[in-house]
């Protein structure tokens, strides 16, 4: 891998299904990345996405069947991992044994086995000048940073209080739609770990440490799946915050995502990535004052204002071509650039990833859990399974 620092970062995007469109979307806006590889051994899926980046006016990748054929045949210095989430380790010890920086689409795996392997590797590339980093995208959205902005500087006082809802709808046709979907051995979970990890790693970002979480899961809308449709769980924080969780893929037609965080000087409302409100004290006056300042209603205008960045220009629909991934991979390149640390480690991941296990390993065993004996390994053993919900057919 060249060492110019200036020149061209050469992508190799592993998996080309949906998400891996996305990456390819987001990649394709940065001129300092260019995508150069496509793996999957689907060979029609690489050449579909093959054909479709050709189609936008950039060069034709290389296609290959396996991630190893790509590391061997091609100029790569970045891979995109954007399998099933059980091969998600699997495959970034591969690109870091090779020499490349990885990211790694959510979730960073569907279990915690290999967490202290891929920990290590980490550690040993970012030695060796490399980037390893986890897909978090809503960490770069305007309304989080200006929260953790905010809460960083003290202004929300103390932090008392979360409530995160994932309230979305999936047909039964996406679960249907792949063999490996709604799987505990390649999904890895369902509502919380599929779409609500996202959720999980803000709220551990504002929140800080989470020490015990307590949890119920159920299947109520779906058939022939493993894993839950809705969850809801309770987390307390080394703060002593305590936190309300809920994730659902059977809300029709799908609500919002909504994290409500309060504290004694101030709260914002984060509600489909956008700063519904926020009310927070001076820094100066917090300190004077901890156990309270008053001021006038909601500041989110005011404070998203302040908020300068780079345009994303885009007028496709969100859900396909998502601005928060255009956003990490600007820190990405920065990164690697700058030979910095990304804006979301792998240990980040491990602790997000940590606690959606203890979230499931909690509803099996049926009371509360301690996320340290998770991190630690003291249930790697149990097969967690979602609880005591079933499928009813609704008939007219």
């Not at 940065?30 to 029609?44: G, S």
């Not at 960083?152 to 103390?158: E, L, T, V, W």
């Not at 996406?174 to 799987?183: H, I, K, L, P």
């Not at 006038?296 to 496709?316: C, I, K, R, S, Y």
Request: with cysteine; aromatic share 6%.
């Amino acid at each position: 891998m060249s060492t110019d620092t200036n020149r061209i970062i050469n992508v190799a995007i592993a998996g080309c299904g949906s998400i891996g469109r996305t990456h390819a979307a987001a990649v394709g806006e940065l001129p300092e990345l260019r995508v150069t590889a496509l793996v999957d051994e689907i060979e029609e899926a690489a050449t579909a996405l093959a054909q479709h980046i050709e189609d936008t006016g950039a060069a034709r990748p290389a296609t290959f069947g396996s991630l190893r054929e790509a590391l061997a045949g091609d100029d790569v210095d970045l891979v995109i991992i954007a399998t099933p989430s059980g091969l998600h380790i699997e495959q970034a010890l591969e690109v870091l044994a090779a020499g490349k920086h990885v990211v790694i689409e959510k979730p960073l795996d569907v279990n915690l086995d290999r967490a202290d392997e891929i920990l290590a590797a980490a550690k040993d590339a970012e030695e060796k000048g490399l980037v390893a980093t986890v897909i978090s995208q809503h960490r770069f959205d305007p309304a989080s940073v200006l929260v953790d902005k905010a809460r960083r500087a003290g202004r929300f006082g103390r932090l008392t209080s979360a409530i995160a809802s994932v309230s979305w709808f999936r047909s039964q046709g996406y679960y249907d739609s792949g063999a490996w979907r709604g799987t505990w051995a390649m999904d890895g979970g369902g509502a919380v770990m599929n779409q609500g990890v996202h959720t999980v790693d803000l709220l551990l970002w504002f929140l800080g440490k989470p020490v015990e979480i307590s949890a119920k899961t159920a299947l109520l809308a779906h058939k022939d799946v493993e894993v839950e449709d809705t969850a809801v769980a309770t987390l307390t924080f080394e703060s002593g915050a305590l936190a309300v969780l809920h994730a659902t893929t059977a809300a029709y037609p799908g609500l919002t995502v909504r994290l409500q965080v309060m504290g004694s000087t101030g709260s914002a409302v984060i509600d489909n990535d956008n700063l519904e409100y926020f009310h927070a004290g001076d820094p100066e006056e917090v300190n004077k004052n901890p156990m309270g300042v008053r001021g006038g209603g909601n500041q989110a205008e005011a404070e998203l204002a302040t908020f300068d960045e780079p345009a994303v220009d885009t007028n496709l629909d969100p859900t396909v071509y998502p601005a928060g991934h255009i956003r990490q991979y600007r820190d990405v390149v920065d990164a690697i650039r700058n030979r910095r640390a990304p804006g979301v480690t792998i240990q980040d991941a491990v602790t997000a990833l940590g606690t959606v296990r203890a979230l499931y390993v909690s509803a099996t065993l049926g009371k509360p859990v301690l996320i340290a004996d998770v991190l630690a390994g003291k249930y790697n053993d149990v097969q967690v399974r979602t609880g005591n919900g079933h499928f009813e057919e609704v008939t007219a």
